[in-house]
C-alpha cells in the first residue's frame, strides 16, 4: 500500500498543471498521483492532461479521471475515493508545493495521532501577491471560519468519517 496518495482536482489548468506535478513529483517514491478532470473544456488543458497520461518516463504511477464538471468538491472527493493510502494530500491542480511541505507536514500527523489534517503558510501569486497565515485550530473552530487551505495532508479516516466534501458548494 502507498504511505501517501495525492488527489489533485483540476478544471482548465492547463498554464499550472505541469508545475503542479512536478512538485508533486519530489514527494518520493511511495506516493500515487490522482489527477480528476472537473470536466475541462480548454483544448490546451485536455492536451497537458493526455501528455502525463501517456508519459511513461514518470517515476510513480499517475491516475486521470475525467468526470463531467461538477465542481471542486466532488472532484476531490472522487480522487480522495480512489486513493489507496491512509494519508491523502490534496492540492488543486493550479497549485504546487514548497520543497518540504510533504515531509513537514506530514511530520505533524505522525506525532499527533489525534490530529485529522495539517497544512501551512499559503503563499499566493498571480493576481495577488501575498502570505495568508491561517489559523488552525480545533473542529469548533472550522464552524465558523475556513482555518485551513486548500492544500493540506488529511487521514483517510476522517474524510470517511465526516462523508467527504460537501459536493453541493461549488
Same mark, same amino acid.
Given at each position: ?20 506535478? #512536478? ?5 518520493? !517514491? ?11 473544456? !480548454? ?15 514518470? /517515476? ?21 475515493? #480512489? ?8 492540492? !488543486? ?5 514548497? /520543497?518540504?511541505?510533504? #515531509? ?5 500527523? #505522525?506525532?499527533? /495521532? ?19 497565515? /491561517? ?30 466534501? !460537501?459536493?453541493?458548494?461549488?
Amino acid at each position: 500500500m502507498k504511505l501517501l496518495s495525492f488527489a489533485v482536482p483540476c478544471y482548465n489548468s492547463a498554464a499550472y498543471m505541469k508545475k503542479c506535478i #512536478e512538485s508533486l513529483l519530489k514527494g518520493g !517514491d511511495d506516493v500515487e498521483i490522482i489527477i480528476v478532470d472537473d470536466g475541462s473544456t !480548454d483544448e490546451t488543458s485536455m492536451e497537458v492532461l493526455e501528455k502525463i497520461e501517456t508519459d511513461r518516463r514518470l /517515476p510513480v504511477p499517475i491516475l486521470i479521471i475525467r468526470q463531467p464538471n461538477s465542481g471542486v468538491s466532488a472532484a476531490r472527493n472522487t480522487g480522495i475515493r #480512489e486513493a489507496k493510502a491512509p494519508l491523502i494530500l490534496v492540492l !488543486d491542480g493550479d497549485d504546487g508545493l514548497a /520543497p518540504s511541505f510533504i #515531509e513537514e507536514t506530514g511530520k505533524l500527523l #505522525e506525532e499527533n /495521532p489525534s490530529m485529522a489534517a495539517a497544512s501551512s503558510w499559503l503563499h499566493t501569486f498571480g493576481v495577488l501577491e501575498a502570505l495568508v497565515r /491561517p489559523l488552525g485550530g480545533t473542529a469548533k473552530d472550522f464552524l465558523s471560519r475556513n482555518c485551513c487551505p486548500a492544500s493540506h495532508i488529511l487521514r483517510r479516516e476522517a474524510w470517511e468519517g465526516c462523508g467527504g466534501y !460537501d459536493e453541493t458548494m461549488r
